[in-house]
């Protein structure tokens, strides 16, 4: 019997948000968009993932609402709506769940600070110096301990090497 591809048999709001962002490779998708990725080629460059599965995962984060696509001249690029942008507590506390539990003992390959007062965020995605859990807007994230470990030449890698703000685009609108 093959495996389902749906939750439909489910009453449960976690099985309802699987059905969006639950496919492999929408998170990663997602935290380069977080990261300032918004064009087709530098996430397909940085996540070595197909073209196909690509075109998929962002259809569907289009249709849910999660991303929205904005043509501009040749190179239509993908944005995160304000429905995408309420998942990054998800994707920072399970990026912090793999860091403790997945792969304990190794350094982190990116950092998140708080842009306001610079402070690190600690594994719950508080800033220990205000007291706040600042949103992506309010993020610089940068390059960890672990960042060397795995060198990487696409534009996407290089531009993590300097600390950026998160949600910045990679490129500017005008860059071909």
């Known amino acids: 019997?093959?495996?389902?591809?749906?939750?439909?048999?489910?009453?449960?709001?976690?099985?309802?948000?699987?059905?969006?962002?639950?496919?492999?490779?929408?998170?990663?998708?997602?935290?380069?968009?977080?990261?300032?990725?918004?064009?087709?080629?530098?996430?397909?460059?940085h996540l070595d993932i197909s073209r196909a599965v690509l075109t998929d995962r962002l259809g569907a984060l289009v249709d849910a609402g999660v991303l929205a696509r904005v043509a501009d001249g040749g190179h239509p690029e993908y944005e995160l709506t304000e429905a995408g942008k309420a998942l990054w507590p998800s994707i920072y506390a399970l990026s912090q769940w793999g860091e403790q539990y997945v792969s304990p003992g190794s350094y982190p390959g990116r950092v998140f600070s708080h842009a306001e007062c610079g402070t690190q965020l600690?594994?719950?995605g508080r800033c220990p110096d205000c007291g706040t859990i600042p949103g992506p807007e309010d993020l610089v994230v940068a390059p960890g301990p672990g960042e060397a470990v795995h060198p990487r030449s696409d534009a996407v890698a290089v531009a993590l090497r300097e600390p950026r703000r998160m949600l910045t685009p990679l490129r500017s609108r005008s860059e071909a």
């Open 122 to 124: 600690d594994r719950f």
């Open 1 to 45: 019997m093959a495996l389902g591809t749906g939750y439909s048999q489910q009453n449960c709001n976690l099985a309802r948000a699987l059905e969006v962002v639950g496919e492999r490779w929408t998170m990663l998708v997602l935290r380069d968009c977080f990261y300032g990725v918004r064009r087709f080629s530098d996430l397909l460059a």
